[in-house]
T-cell receptor
Framework: DAMVIQNPRYQVTQFGKPVTLSCSQT?????MYWYQQKSSQAPKLLFH???????NEADTPDNFQSRRPNTSFCFLDIRSPGLGDAAMYLC?????????????FGSGTQLSVL | GQQLNQSPQSMFIQEGEDVSMNCTSS?????WLWYKQDPGEGPVLLIA?????ELTSNGRLTAQFGITRKDSFLNISASIPSDVGIYFC???????????FGKGTKLSVKP
């Protein structure tokens, strides 16, 4: 029973062509996160939503944007993908933010930039 | 920024052997989580630790939250081929802090 669902699993885009990755959750969690993971590296937090409150990490490039139209869905928009943006993009959720909270990850979207 | 030092970076072991990996930091953490990631998949939560000194098991996996709250280890007993993957520790600073991930331990198991 997938709880955090990411589509598509694989996405190919062209250099500079906008791309949107999607995430949905059936957990009714308040917090949704987007992580970028490059090969053989740890996941790196890009931003997260607590309900409708958007929280951007200080070093996330402006090229990356996010939308959360409702509790269940969250989107990652890359306005002008560069070759360096090729990576696995992971969506995660948690019930709230706090010391006892666990993050649940989706299967990820592997983005290739040609 | 805050860092977690995870070691070893990779391990090559024989099926049936026990495995141990750990994470350390100069900062005090409130929570330690251990995840396993298979190739092309998202991380899956294995064990969550919330109190200093806490020792928790999940099947053949055992993890402990260090007394100083600056470290944690994960042990896998009697490894099997499906244990292959990358294991990440993740720690949370403070009550509202986001997770910080270690760089991962890549485990390879020879049948």
């Amino acid at each position: 029973d997938a709880m955090v669902i990411q589509n598509p699993r694989y996405q190919v885009t062209q250099f500079g062509k906008p791309v949107t990755l999607s995430c949905s959750q059936t957990l009714n969690h308040n917090v949704m996160y987007w992580y970028q993971q490059k090969s053989s590296q740890a996941p790196k937090l890009l931003f997260h939503y607590y309900d409708k409150d958007f929280n951007n990490e200080a070093d996330t490039p402006d090229n990356f944007q996010s939308r959360r139209p409702n509790t269940s869905f969250c989107f990652l928009d890359i306005r002008s993908p560069g070759l360096g943006d090729a990576a696995m993009y992971l969506c995660a959720t948690s019930r709230a933010q706090g010391a006892d909270e666990k993050l649940f990850f989706g299967s990820g979207t592997q983005l290739s930039v040609l | 920024g805050q860092q977690l030092n995870q070691s070893p970076q990779s391990m090559f072991i024989q099926e049936g052997e026990d495995v141990s990996m750990n994470c350390t930091s100069s900062s005090i953490f409130n929570t330690w989580l251990w995840y396993k990631q298979d190739p092309g998949e998202g991380p899956v939560l294995l064990i969550a630790l919330y109190k200093a000194g806490e020792l928790t098991s999940n099947g053949r996996l055992t993890a402990q939250f260090g007394i100083t709250r600056k470290d944690s280890f994960l042990n896998i007993s009697a490894s099997i081929p499906s244990d292959v993957g990358i294991y990440f520790c993740a720690g949370q600073l403070g009550s509202q802090g986001n997770l910080i991930f270690g760089k991962g331990t890549k485990l390879s198991v020879k049948p």
